[in-house]
């Protein structure tokens, strides 16, 4: 019983780390889109 306690809470805390990684990757290469684009810093 342990063991499947101790892989889930890996997994969630995996999915989670991925997940804010991704976000914030997303955000980084939005900003960098919008300023070529635009020639202009993005909106807050």
């Known amino acids: 019983m342990e063991h499947d306690l101790v892989r889930r809470l890996t997994w969630s805390a995996m999915l ?4 804010a990684l991704a976000s ?3 955000a ?3 900003a960098i889109a ?7 810093e993005p909106p807050e």
């Open 16 to 19: 989670t780390i991925t997940g």
């Open 24 to 26: 914030i990757l997303a």
């Open 28 to 30: 980084r290469l939005t």
């Open 34 to 40: 919008y300023r070529r684009i635009f020639n202009e």
